[in-house]
């Protein structure tokens, strides 16, 4: 052996003996870090808290509970989700609606229609579970107010018990007269027994004044006038009236009839002739066996067992249709159209009117057009009826339904 080969061998000897030194300290200081980083315990960790209710931590000196808490704004420290307090682990509240909760959904929207998913509405009977125990709902009780913000200026008088209903005929009289419909709310719901300073009966009463209707909203100074007229009828009779601020409610009437304006509207479908126009006869007689009846006006109308009108049918431009004349002319275009707001069952009322022209246009040869003389196809229709949800969501969402008793007030 050379003296090189022996100075080589000693070089590998050292420089194998460096490395080991060098991993030998890297793993003690990867060991202290992890220490550092993870507190030795004598639990299992995934045992720990599960059985009686909180394990002590030998080497710790605290609950797992406690350690918990003391990582609870530490980064570093993954936590599992929970559902819910251990505590309270059978309690189970079901979802529920409130008032100003959530939109009211649309019960009447096919789904495959409606690009915003609404779920059919949901049953009175709908309540929490709690402890095993079902808790019914309390209803809500009628104030005879109900509607949008804006429809009503409510009138509190505080009158002797003696007032009659004559009496309070006279005091609606005075107070509005017949500028805007009001009414007296159902004594049975509001009426409540009290005593005025001297100890005498008295009973509260609310004069009800609607505020918007097809002619407009109330102003300021409407509203100003009614309180001043309610201060003096209650006067007469040794009573007292409050109201809210004229100027407040007057600004809510304001933004309600604009949007009311705004969603006042009719979807028509049209019935045009391919060539030559419809025979009168053969029209009218289609037109009667899907029922409809004729009015004074030559408009025709398909109502309901209540008389309400669910769809109208004019000639093309909107007139009417003298089903004497029909015998001996004919005509280029009908058209059916729904009166959104006024329409009880709005989006079925809608699919109805649809089938309805489709089966016109199949008798008489026709098409289904649009205002424009263009076709209308599934694909069209499909979107005149997702725009008629999303203007149904906006009008209930106001507190309206189609219809009924609020949107004949509001709508006429």
């Known amino acids: 052996m050379t003296d090189l080969q022996g100075a080589l061998i000693v070089l590998g000897l050292v420089a194998v003996a460096a490395v080991a030194i060098y991993n030998f300290w890297q793993e003690r200081q990867f060991r202290?870090?992890?220490?550092?980083?993870?507190?030795?315990?004598?639990?299992?960790?995934?045992?720990?808290?599960?059985?009686?209710?909180?394990?002590?931590?030998?080497?710790?000196?605290?609950?797992?509970?406690?350690?918990?808490?003391?990582?609870?704004?530490?980064?570093?420290?993954?936590?599992?989700?929970?559902?819910?307090?251990?505590?309270?682990?059978?309690?189970?509240?079901?979802?529920?609606?409130?008032?100003?909760?959530?939109?009211?959904?649309?019960?009447?929207?096919?789904?495959?229609?409606?690009?915003?998913?609404?779920?059919?509405?949901?049953?009175?009977?709908?309540?929490?579970?709690?402890?095993?125990?079902?808790?019914?709902?309390?209803?809500?009780?009628?104030?005879?107010?109900?509607?949008?913000a804006g429809l009503w200026y409510p009138v509190v008088f505080r009158l002797p018990a003696i007032s009659d209903d004559a009496a309070l005929a006279v005091i609606r009289s005075e107070v509005s007269g017949e500028s805007r419909l009001s009414d007296w709310l159902d004594a049975d719901l509001l009426e409540a027994e009290a005593a005025d300073g001297d100890g005498l009966p008295t009973i509260d009463r609310i004069l009800r004044i609607q505020v918007v209707d097809p002619r407009g909203p109330a102003s300021a100074a409407e509203l100003q006038g009614f309180l001043a007229n309610a201060h003096r009828a209650a006067d007469s009779v040794g009573g007292l009236a409050t109201a809210p601020d004229p100027a407040a409610t007057a600004a809510q009437a304001a933004a309600l009839h604009e949007f009311c304006t705004s969603v006042d509207v009719a979807i028509g479908l049209n019935v045009a002739a391919t060539s030559s126009g419809f025979s009168g006869t053969k029209l009218r007689g289609l037109i009667e066996a899907a029922g409809f009846r004729a009015l004074p006006d030559h408009t025709y109308v398909l109502a309901d067992d209540a008389g309400t009108t669910l769809c109208t049918l004019t000639d093309g431009n909107g007139g009417g249709l003298d089903p004497q004349v029909l015998r001996g002319q004919s005509v280029r275009a009908i058209s059916l159209l729904l009166d959104v707001p006024r329409t009880p069952g709005t989006v079925a009322q809608f699919e109805r009117m649809a089938t309805q022209a489709r089966q016109f246009a199949q008798a008489l040869s026709g098409s289904v057009v649009d205002d424009s003389g263009r076709v209308l196809d599934e694909a069209s229709i499909a979107r005149i009826r997702t725009q008629l949800a999303s203007m149904l969501k906006a009008i209930r969402a106001r507190g309206i339904e189609p219809g009924d008793a609020i949107a004949r007030r509001i709508f006429g």
Do not use: M, N, W, Y
């Open 32 to 148: 202290r870090k992890s220490e550092q980083a993870l507190p030795p315990s004598g639990d299992d960790p995934l045992l720990t808290g599960v059985s009686g209710g909180g394990v002590d931590a030998a080497a710790g000196g605290a609950t797992g509970e406690g350690r918990e808490r003391a990582h609870e704004h530490d980064p570093s420290v993954r936590r599992e989700p929970v559902l819910g307090d251990a505590g309270v682990a059978d309690e189970r509240i079901e979802p529920g609606f409130h008032d100003g909760a959530v939109e009211a959904p649309d019960a009447e929207l096919p789904p495959a229609a409606d690009a915003d998913p609404t779920p059919p509405a949901p049953s009175a009977g709908s309540a929490a579970r709690a402890g095993g125990r079902r808790i019914e709902p309390r209803g809500e009780p009628a104030t005879g107010l109900e509607g949008p």
